[in-house]
């Protein structure tokens, strides 16, 4: 299951299906579009450039030469790849304050909680740098401003037993550097980066990741 949660509480929970139908406005709140990366997707029955073509001929070429698995393993789930030492930021945090904290953790990004410990948001390095100059790891300067004012919210969260290959699905379809996971009863218990889940490609094969 996954959520969205903003400043004003849990705004959607269910399925990553109803959570993609819903309208652009609300997949893409504020802040959720400045990760800078475009993803390109083919649908179904469009036809192959060329140069996917030659893609899948160096894929089938490599899929050759490698040992084949019988077994892929166990499917992998949210709270087996999340990290659980989690730093959470709140709303009323200076960004400079903020930014201090994430490289004190060597981390790019942190689920936004308010006093209940409810999660609000998401604010990663690249929010932060919209509002502050940062040379050699040291910061300039930087404007009068607040996490509030520069993180994602409302944000996708997820379960923890939910499907790794889904909460990867939600981090393409919402351009997300990673996904909070919360409890039952909206409290962080976990983070769910870009970084974890390369983690687990290569340090953890067979995967079930690719059936």
């Known amino acids: 299951m996954f959520a969205i949660n903003g400043l004003d509480g ?13 309208s652009a406005s609300t997949r893409r709140g504020r802040g959720i579009d400045q990760d800078g990366e475009e993803s390109e997707l083919r649908l ?26 019988a077994d892929r393993g166990p499917v992998y789930h949210a709270y087996q790849v999340m990290s659980r030492q989690v ?23 942190a689920p936004v909680v308010d006093r209940q410990r409810g999660l609000v948001g998401l604010v990663s390095s690249e929010n932060l740098l919209q ?10 300067d930087a404007l009068s401003r607040t996490v509030a004012e520069v993180m994602v919210s409302p944000v996708v969260s997820t379960d923890p037993v939910s499907d790794v290959r889904r909460v990867a699905r939600a981090m393409i379809e919402f351009r997300l550097p990673a ?5 039952d009863k909206g409290a962080v ?3 769910v980066s870009r970084g974890d889940l390369l983690r687990v490609i290569v340090n953890e094969p067979p995967l079930s990741l690719w059936i």
């Open 10 to 22: 849990q705004l959607f929970r269910g399925s990553l299906e109803e959570l993609v139908q819903r």
């Open 44 to 69: 179904e029955g469009e036809p192959a450039s060329p140069e996917s073509d030659r893609y899948r001929t160096a894929a089938a070429a490599y899929q050759s030469a490698v040992r084949p698995q």
């Open 87 to 109: 730093l959470t930021l709140t709303p009323d945090m200076r960004v400079d304050d903020a930014w201090r904290a994430l490289a004190g953790r060597r981390v790019h990004e």
């Open 131 to 140: 509002v502050m100059n940062v040379e050699h790891g040291r910061i300039r």
């Open 179 to 183: 996904v909070p996971v919360t409890d």
């Open 189 to 191: 218990v976990g983070i």
